[in-house]
């Protein structure tokens, strides 16, 4: 069965700065996707940024960056120039590749809160 | 058009009642899934079917009955309620093979 761990509960952030959540998984599986989800205080579920394992290049969404390190199972998300609408829980997810039903295993989430 | 819609969006209820929730996708996706999330906010998978078979059951009380009528639609019956039943869930839909799911709006379900 695969973890995955945040070790932040809460986290916050000046508007205009950068800001780094970090995750950290534990799986024996090979092939993979890892994900950063946002839900803001509507509690609608979006995705920010995806990275497949077998990649070893990181992911960028705009402002949003990832730090993948598969050997030390690390998958951190960097937000640059924090704006006040990035505010929201984030949930680092993992899912194993082309497995039916490809369920999401979540972490327990980071709240962000971004002050003006 | 809304790509994942659940009904209803709130649902306050008492213990011992039978609900359901209704969960519709219009993407053409043949896998769907329901989440629950409590009150820490902590995401976990409840069932996943693929075109309307059981894929997953994870360790849910058989109080808990979904239901697909056809490849849409996942419907999430609840008998007995219990106040640990209080959560929000959310269904999601994905094509299988396909790495992004995409989510409903939830239903918070508040048991007294």
């Known amino acids: 069965a695969q973890t995955v761990t945040q070790s932040q509960p809460e986290m916050s952030v000046q508007e205009a700065e950068t800001v780094t959540l970090s995750c950290t998984y534990d799986?024996?599986?090979?092939?993979?996707?890892l994900f950063w989800y946002k839900q803001p205080p509507s509690r609608q579920m979006i995705l920010v940024i995806r990275?497949?394992?077998?990649?070893?290049q990181n992911a960028t969404e705009n402002r949003f960056s990832v730090n993948f390190q598969k050997a030390a199972k690390s998958f951190s998300l960097k937000i640059s120039d924090s704006q006040l609408g990035d505010t929201a829980m984030y949930f680092c997810?993992?899912?194993?590749?082309?497995?039916?039903?490809?369920?999401?295993?979540f972490g327990g989430g980071t709240r962000l809160m971004v002050k003006p | 058009d809304t790509a994942v819609s659940q009904t209803p969006k709130y649902l306050v209820t008492q213990m011992g009642n039978d609900k359901s929730i209704k969960c519709e996708q219009n993407l053409g996706h043949d896998t769907m899934y329901w989440y629950k999330q409590d009150s820490k906010k902590f995401l976990k998978i409840m069932f996943s079917y693929n075109n309307k078979e059981l894929i997953i059951n994870e360790t849910v009380p058989n109080r808990f009955s979904p239901k697909s009528p056809d490849k849409a639609h996942l419907n999430l019956h609840i008998n007995s309620l219990e106040l640990g039943d209080s959560a929000v869930y959310f269904c999601?839909?994905?094509?299988?093979?396909?790495?992004?799911?995409?989510f409903g709006p939830g239903t918070r379900l508040t048991v007294t």
């Open positions: 999601a839909s994905s094509q299988a093979g396909a790495y992004e799911q995409y």
């Open positions: 799986t024996s599986e090979n092939n993979y996707y």
């Open positions: 997810a993992f899912m194993k590749r082309w497995n039916a039903g490809n369920m999401l295993t």
């Open positions: 990275q497949e394992a077998y990649k070893q």
